[in-house]
């Protein structure tokens, strides 16, 4: 009786985490898909690479919507209620624009189930956003359901699970996740690569520039190492950060983004700033300002409006971030720039005016 009873306890126990699956798909509805839109923003410059090369990888054409232009931002802010920050009204305004251009838009869900390496709520409900938003015009939407980005294996079953849907066998949906991965990872690679070359020139001509200085001569001018620190799809986006990215490099300063470098390092990192931080982008780009600090001259941040994430990492970098100048800067929707470029040359004329010296008294 006794051992009838604890078998019986046993049995109604939920299986462990490791042995939980998704359920899957069991009908191919997506099968007629053949042209994949992917709007170019959000996740999209974090995890484009993988998107557009798992979809090429199972036979799909992919079509991803142009550069971010007034008309596309426009039309994001009118479809969008006010609450939205502006990424997600630019992002908005990219999936308009691929209407007509595809058989179906990719937007995907990207839940919090792991609370370090999250992400905004907006990245979990960009799925259901997208087709009330679009409800009356029958767009298609194709999605899935990413429980941990971080994870290849949760990647793969939620692609390999989509790629169910759109009729590919279980075996060339892993090969094509597999190919994306690859790339992904060699994509991330090169550009942490070139942040760190970045950094190790800058080293290197200030070394030799104080050392001009040493021996008299002045000729040698001292290098202007600025961190960029915004969201990739801030950052890499000409039209919301052009005319920080520009102002900076027309002063001849050095740009390196913190979103780029090397995100395993960054994310290890970020937990001698915070042990609870529950965003993973956000903790990467704190990682990111410690592991970069000592070889850089300034930071500059970038949020779009209004950012809850950022209004809280932010505050917390401003606050906590010491011994290096930072430049606060918050865009939105207005189309004019000269304020920002007043505030970043400002910003850039202090730092040089240190690097001389700075006030000297008598």
Same mark, same amino acid.
């Given at each position: 009786?006794?051992?009838?009873?604890?078998?019986?306890?046993?049995?109604?126990?939920?299986?462990?985490?490791?042995?939980?699956?998704?359920?899957?798909?069991?009908?191919?509805?997506?099968?007629?898909?053949?042209?994949?839109?992917?709007?170019?923003?959000?996740?999209?410059?974090?995890?484009?690479?993988?998107?557009?090369?798992?979809?090429?990888?199972?036979?799909?054409?992919?079509?991803?919507?142009?550069?971010?232009?007034?008309?596309?931002?426009?039309?994001?802010?009118?479809?969008?209620?006010?609450?939205?920050?502006?990424?997600?009204?630019?992002?908005?305004?990219?999936?308009?624009?691929?209407?007509?251009?595809?058989?179906?838009?990719?937007?995907?869900?990207?839940?919090?189930?792991d609370h370090r390496s999250g992400f905004c709520t907006k990245f979990q409900s960009a799925t259901d956003m997208v087709r009330n938003t679009f409800r009356d015009?029958?767009?298609?939407?194709?999605?899935?359901?990413?429980?941990?980005? *971080?994870?290849?294996? /949760?990647? +793969? $079953? @939620?692609?390999?699970?989509? &790629? %169910?849907?759109?009729?590919? =066998?279980?075996?060339?949906?892993?090969?094509?996740?597999?190919?994306?991965?690859?790339?992904?990872?060699?994509?991330?690679?090169?550009?942490?690569?070139?942040?760190?070359?970045?950094? *190790?020139?800058?080293? /290197?001509? +200030? $070394? @030799?520039?104080?050392?001009? &200085? %040493?021996?008299?001569?002045? =000729?040698?001018?001292?290098?202007?190492?600025?961190?960029?620190?915004?969201?990739?799809?801030?950052?890499?986006?000409?039209?919301?950060?052009?005319?920080?990215?520009?102002?900076?490099?027309?002063?001849?300063?050095?740009?390196?983004? @913190?979103?780029?470098?090397?995100?395993?390092?960054?994310?290890?990192?970020?937990?001698?700033?915070?042990?609870?931080?529950?965003?993973?982008?956000?903790?990467?780009?704190?990682?990111?300002?410690?592991?970069?600090?000592?070889?850089?001259?300034?930071?500059?941040?970038?949020?779009?409006?209004?950012?809850?994430?950022?209004?809280?990492?932010?505050?917390?970098?401003?606050?906590?971030?010491?011994?290096?100048?930072?430049l606060n800067l918050m865009i939105d929707a207005q189309s004019g720039t000269a304020g920002v470029e007043t505030r970043v040359e400002s910003f850039v004329d202090?730092?040089?005016?240190?690097?001389?010296?700075?006030?000297?008294?008598?």
């Amino acid at each position: 009786m006794i051992a009838g009873t604890a078998y019986s306890r046993r049995a109604a126990r939920p299986a462990p985490r490791y042995l939980r699956r998704l359920p899957v798909p069991q009908t191919t509805d997506w099968a007629d898909v053949q042209v994949v839109g992917i709007p170019r923003a959000l996740l999209f410059y974090r995890f484009g690479v993988l998107w557009t090369t798992f979809f090429e990888s199972i036979g799909r054409t992919v079509v991803v919507s142009d550069p971010t232009d007034k008309a596309i931002a426009d039309g994001g802010d009118r479809l969008s209620v006010d609450e939205c920050c502006l990424a997600s009204k630019v992002f908005i305004g990219h999936v308009e624009s691929l209407a007509g251009r595809c058989d179906a838009v990719f937007v995907p869900c990207y839940p919090t189930s792991d609370h370090r390496s999250g992400f905004c709520t907006k990245f979990q409900s960009a799925t259901d956003m997208v087709r009330n938003t679009f409800r009356d015009d029958k767009l298609r939407v194709i999605s899935c359901e990413v429980q941990n980005a *971080r994870k290849a294996k /949760d990647v +793969r $079953r @939620a692609f390999c699970d989509m &790629a %169910a849907r759109m009729g590919v =066998a279980p075996k060339d949906a892993r090969a094509a996740f597999k190919a994306a991965w690859d790339a992904q990872r060699a994509h991330d690679e090169a550009l942490a690569t070139a942040q760190e070359r970045t950094l *190790r020139r800058l080293v /290197d001509e +200030r $070394r @030799a520039a104080d050392a001009a &200085a %040493a021996a008299g001569d002045d =000729a040698v001018a001292r290098p202007l190492g600025i961190l960029v620190v915004a969201h990739p799809y801030i950052s890499h986006d000409p039209y919301l950060s052009g005319a920080v990215i520009d102002s900076l490099e027309e002063m001849g300063a050095t740009v390196v983004y @913190a979103d780029a470098m090397d995100h395993e390092r960054a994310y290890k990192k970020s937990f001698e700033f915070s042990g609870t931080m529950p965003w993973l982008i956000n903790r990467e780009l704190i990682g990111s300002i410690l592991l970069a600090q000592d070889d850089i001259d300034g930071i500059v941040l970038i949020s779009a409006f209004p950012c809850g994430p950022d209004s809280m990492t932010d505050d917390a970098i401003m606050r906590c971030i010491q011994g290096t100048p930072i430049l606060n800067l918050m865009i939105d929707a207005q189309s004019g720039t000269a304020g920002v470029e007043t505030r970043v040359e400002s910003f850039v004329d202090i730092l040089r005016f240190q690097q001389k010296g700075g006030y000297v008294h008598e």
